[in-house]
């Protein structure tokens, strides 16, 4: 037959879920679970059933399920269920599902009434559900049989709380009508989880099974023991109509005229029964939606915001119109041209936080990279101080000169000169790969027309390379003017008096003692784990010494170690490591730091290397040069010299290092305006003054305009996407005003489920409420004041109450745990109020004499029908 009231949802549900669908998004609806929870043989299974409005669960006297049942409800136009366990097959007849549930539940827990925490999975895909999650679990036991382990009430408590305790799930405690329902354990658990009862739903079962002459109104009527969702009676199929294959429509039937003819029932039979317990629990799924929705529409509103701009554009977009077309190209074009000044230049818009780009890379390669490679190519001690001496002796000849002769000056100046020519090409090379990746870099935004961005990069590069041959040549000029004249009168020159005076360690210019020149965090990478391993400090590099300490406060400091006799070399990267490494040793054999003869410092980057090295230089601390091979016999030649000639050379070398500085002072000066001049300003004009002729010359309009399919797919994508957004709102608000929210009930006094063993019954007789003003036709004690309890187990007497609603007998039976045994006669202790009745609620009256029976009158009208 199917939930009548869960298809009433079914296509609300399924538009709002086709509408994120069409955008690639799905619905996060995350309808709640529903768990049934009851003591065993309570009707669980049933009540799941019939939700479902299939006959498909195991059924039967005792433990029947033995393993928790996750069933699945799954929107499907076709009707199969599968299993979590057998996935390839597909059952289409559902006495089969039984069948595996049964042989499922065996093969894990035996046939001996084990129990097992392993779930069943099970997905019934039917065009009459919602997506729901419906949780079948076993029933609440005290007493092991079979199998069942010791602890099985302990068991069991654990694996229901699990399923519902999370705070998505329904939770309907079902209790049988022939049993006390203050002793229902469902309900105790449900208020553990939810003590604010907002998601707990009581369930009345087997209600036609309860003894003759009794009850449940008061419970059903949510005033005996009061739960805030209050409680829903339902008439389940008994196991010989199960037997005989009586179906769900003729239950359903059956149920209905249950209520409608009960005298007790008939007066709410339309708050009774499994429709209207279908019902109150697609309130709580129509509730959950509505509540769901708002964030919905918040998030569908933002990106919609987020579209309109660039959908603006396109809305009216004609992907063949001449007009547009150039009027794109002049716009890419003139863009391309500020990207790459501002590239270039610096801008304090679309700042990149993550590393150095363009004009920034450019600035170090001119400041950093340049002098350091300059600083490489200087002349070694020894290998210099050899060749004056050979340039001397070649020069005097056969001779033995007595002056120094100004041409061994000269030869050996023109010589370091030309080691320039390397260093300035190679500072020229690192420039134009820094244009050309921020060429490219700049064309990335030109990705929508594939051949224009082709096409002005490779324009813009071309002319890169043009104007690199001009460039390299004006350089290399400028080292052969260097070359063409030795201008010996220049003021900064030492000149041949001085030279004779001064040595070789003044020669060594410093910056001003105590100027900082860096500071920064390095690594001191080679102390050994016994001392503690590596450690970051932070290092402040001044013009006499290099001090580290702790932190960048600098308070306290740990070592601070003079520059002198100090170089730097080269170390090796670990195989472990990613830091790039770089030591500092002395050259006279000493240890630099405690016992160690060099400091290996690690920076995370090799540009962080170079720049610290760079620093270095500043700071007068030089790298390591490479031994010739033939270091002994250079030594030979160099120091075996007379002390004329020893001090020939002498006299050279000071005049050579002073010159060589003159004319590496030029070059650093010269270098940066030349390639900014004949390089890089030149691009920029060209972009700015020529590109555009350049590209109408290389292909016409139509073809350099031409769109990519990814931009044409994403621009049809956009449309798209913005269309199913605004359906998707106009869903959402049909949704909000095609169904009703229910107010949550206000709370109610439950505290008569944390008291638990309430002697509170629930039976009654089903006796007319006669007309006011006649007499009952029941003989007992005189209508009094309200009942007052008696202390437990007295026997006083007591007074009843004034005319009550009610009126009829009462058994009690708290003393007697069998809810199938037939009540006594004459009781054996007067009637108590139980607690958390609410005021106003009139009393039960006491029992009727035992050979005296109830008389009814049916034919006579009740007040409340």
Known sequence: MGNRGMEDLIPLVNKLQDAFSSIGQSCHLDLPQIAVVGGQSAGKSSVLENFVGRDFLPRGSGIVTRRPLILQLIFSKTEYAEFLHCKSKKFTDFDEVRQEIEAETDRVTGTNKGISPIPINLRVYSPHVLNLTLIDLPGITKVPVGDQPQDIEYQIKDMIL???????????????????????????????????????????????????????????????????????????????????????????????????????????????????????LNQQLTNHIRDTLPSLRSKLQSQLLSLEKEVEEYKNFRPDDPTRKTKALLQMVQQFGVDFEKRIEGSGDQVDTLELSGGARINRIFHERFPFELVKMEFDEKDLRREISYAIKNIHGIRTGLFTPDLAFEAIVKKQVVKLKEPCLKCVDLVIQELINTVRQCTSKLGSYPRLREETERIVTTYIREREGKTKDQILLLIDIELSYINTNHEDFIGFANAQQRSTQLNKKRAIPNQVIRRGWLTINNISIMKGGSKEYWFVLTAESLSWYKDEEEKEKKYMLPLDNLKIRDVEKGFMSNKHVFAIFNTEQRNVYKDLRQIELACDSQEDVDSWKASFLRAGVYPEKDQVENEEGAQENTFSMDPQLERQVETIRNLVDSYVGIINKSIRDLMPKTIMHLMINNTKDFIHSELLAYLYSSADQSSLMEESADQAQRRDDMLRMYHALKEALHIIGDISTSTISTPVPPPVDDAWLQSGNSPTPQRRPTSTVLPPGRPPAVRGPTPGPPLIPAPAGSISSFIAPPIPSRPGPQNVFAANNDPFSAPPQIPSRPARIPPGVPPGVPSRRPPAAPNRPTIIRPAEPSLLD
């Not at 949510?222 to 209050?230: C, D, I, Q, S, V």
């Not at 008994?238 to 009586?246: L, T, V, Y």
């Open 162 to 280: 699990q399923f519902i305790s999370r705070e998505s799930s329904l939770i309907l405690a079902v209790t049988p009508a022939n049993m006390d329902l203050a002793n229902s354990d469902a309900l105790k658990m449900a208020k553990e989880v939810d003590p604010q009862g907002l998601r707990t739903i009581g369930v009345i079962t087997k209600l036609d099974l309860m003894d003759e002459g009794t009850d449940a109104r008061d419970i059903l009527e949510n005033k005996l023991l009061p739960l805030r969702r209050g409680y829903i009676g339902v008439v389940n199929r008994s196991q010989k109509d199960i037997e005989g294959k009586k179906d769900i429509r003729a239950a359903l039937a059956a149920e209905r005229k249950f209520f409608l003819s009960h005298p007790a029932y008939r007066h709410m039979a339309d708050r009774m029964g499994t429709p209207h317990l279908q019902k109150v």
